[in-house]
């Protein structure tokens, strides 16, 4: 293969990786909760220094003793194509934890918003420095053409002893290698 097309294959891969739809303030950088949507009851910016896995900020989800909600879910929708594979991360710290949990999920949509397939990672159910909650292989079926990348923490019973603390940060969404 000569240099001038191998020059050229490299620029478009850059630029097909550059084009595609990616999460923003993944991080919480911004110090809110710009891009992202919450649903249930709890949820705060943090900037206490346990609370960041990488930079000043992490979110947070509080759950208090006796707190109710069954599902408290934060999340950013962004587009994606059918039949890709994709991969997804978040970083997720628990404390003092007694019948709370969280994981990480994403569903892909149609252009209505319906959804279309679910993964879920494996949940943290104890109390826990921060780990990496995993998606790999994902394919999006037909019809796709968004993602919804969702932190989620399950209340079974409210806590009894002490709040449980949720927290994420550093979210991960991207076309699988």
Known sequence: MNKKLVAMMALFAVVQVASAATLKNDGFESGGFNEWQMAGDGWRISAFKPDAYRGRYG??????????????????????APGKTYEAG??????????TESFLEIQF????????KQFQSRRVKADQDFVLLTI?????PDKTSAVSVRGIVYVSKPPEMDPDFHVFDNFTFRRSR
Do not use: F, M
């Open 90 to 99: 978040v970083w997720v710290r628990a404390v003092s934890v007694e019948n």
């Open 109 to 116: 949509l149609d252009k209505e918003g319906a959804v279309l």
């Open 59 to 80: 979110a947070v989800n509080d759950v208090p003793i006796g707190g109710g909600g069954e599902y408290r879910i934060i999340h950013q929708t962004i587009k994606c």
């Open 136 to 140: 790999e292989n994902a394919l999006a």
